[in-house]
């Protein structure tokens, strides 16, 4: 009889994923053993049976529970539905893994799971012929695969990227690109998606690669209202990845709630002389400046007067930061400004002053809360002695104008 083993891997939706293997020769489950990390330990026979939200449950009948090191399994992050992935067969000259995608919909008074299967076959030198792959980001609202084929391990020949909106029935082929016959090197043109790609963040880079190194102009598209735009892009030179002359960059994040770009100049792969950031809302078609600064001639120090944005700067969240760089480093004083996205009035809410040549906050600080936005304006009034709180802090409310609490600093 089949013996299956378990994976139970927890994650924010305890979500449970099973990995099914078959058990054959003690080589070829050494092979599985080696390439999965299974640890040895059998825990209990019996039967598994997972619950689904309307109180129906899944089961299986038979299986080994065993102890897993999961991530080194391909098991991908899940929202609202979940991932698995299975040796589904083996042979004494290869084994075979499939994917399985299960996402939850509602039927008429039931919870049903869909399946899309993936996955490819493993001879001794591993991947080899058709495989479909899943993105390392692979989730819910990031439906990618990467479809194509393996040689003794590495990608060859025509390598496509398909996508899924979540909510839709088909994958729409959005990129991809060639791998020389050796495997593993880029050639030709392609389209590659960004890193964060998601339902919210379609973006994707068209170029030229040649012996595995970006060269020419490469341009940046970003999907909105279902077409794709132009938004950024720049040169590499011809020995391959340094970028050089005008580009326009897009800040990590870039998607509905978040559209920043940064322009200027490269130089031999570093930034020079003025670089602006611009923004806009979502619903708007055009970017405006909001800051920026200068940079050296020569490594990209930052020099002179900047504008710069919060880490989390987004539509409900418009807080800058203004001040000086000297060699790089933060000197002066530097204040916090806030837009209020409602009203679109802008205010100075904090900053504070910094040492000269090393970047240490001293003397009397407003700093913003880690969760500040338009809803919860909380800060932090106090004193900084050699980079450290000193003292009693205050935590002041800004849209009610009252004192919350205090907190001392002892050093």
């Not at 339902?199 to 994707?204: A, G, P, R, V, W």
């Not at 990209?300 to 000297?326: L, P, R, V």
């Not at 040492?355 to 106090?382: A, M, P, R, T």
């Amino acid at each position: 009889m089949e013996k299956l083993l378990e994976c139970k891997i927890l994650f924010s939706y305890q979500t449970q994923i099973v990995i099914k293997i078959k058990k054959f020769s003690p080589l070829i489950y050494s092979i599985i053993q080696n390439k999965y990390k299974i640890q040895s330990g059998l825990v209990f026979t019996g039967r598994i049976r997972k619950s689904l939200e309307n109180g129906q449950q899944l089961g299986m009948d038979r299986y080994q529970r065993m102890q897993v090191d999961n991530t080194q399994l391909m098991v991908k992050k899940m929202a609202n539905g979940q991932i698995s992935s299975r040796i589904i067969g083996a042979r004494r000259r290869y084994m075979k893994q499939e994917y399985m995608i299960m996402v939850k919909g509602q039927g008429i008074g039931s919870t049903y799971l869909k399946k899309k299967r993936g996955g490819g076959e493993y001879n001794w030198n591993g991947k080899n012929g058709t495989w479909i792959e899943l993105s390392n980001e692979f989730w819910q609202r990031s439906q990618v695969t990467y479809n194509g084929e393996y040689k003794n391990n590495n990608r060859v020949g025509r390598w496509d990227i398909l996508y899924r909106e979540k909510g839709k029935e088909m994958f729409e082929q959005i990129g991809g690109g060639s791998y020389d016959k050796g495997g593993k090197i880029k050639i030709g043109q392609w389209i590659e998606l960004s890193d964060g790609f998601w339902d919210y963040s379609q973006l994707i880079f068209k170029g030229e690669y040649k012996n595995g190194s970006k060269v020419g102009k490469w341009t940046t598209w970003y999907r909105k209202d279902d077409k794709f735009e132009q938004i950024g892009g720049g040169q590499y030179d011809e020995e391959g990845s340094i970028k050089i002359g005008r580009w326009t960059e897009i800040r990590d994040g870039f998607g509905l709630g978040q559209q920043l770009i940064y322009n200027g100049q490269y130089q031999k792969n570093s930034k020079v002389g003025r670089w602006d950031t611009m923004y806009r809302p979502w619903n708007q078609e055009k970017f405006e400046i909001i800051g920026g600064g200068q940079y050296d001639g020569e490594s990209s120090i930052k020099i002179g007067n900047w504008i710069e944005m919060s880490d989390g700067f987004k539509a409900q969240q418009q807080i800058t930061y203004h001040g000086q760089y000297k060699n790089g480093k933060k000197v002066g004083r530097w204040d916090i400004w806030y837009k209020d996205n409602l009203n679109g009035e802008r205010e100075k809410i904090g900053g504070g002053s910094y040492e000269d040549g090393n970047s240490k906050k001293i003397g009397s600080w407003i700093e913003l809360s880690c969760g500040f936005h338009y809803l919860q304006q909380i800060v932090y009034s106090g004193q900084y002695k050699n980079d450290k709180k000193v003292g009693k802090w205050e935590e002041i409310d800004l849209v009610g104008k009252i004192k919350l609490k205090e907190i001392n600093y002892i050093n």
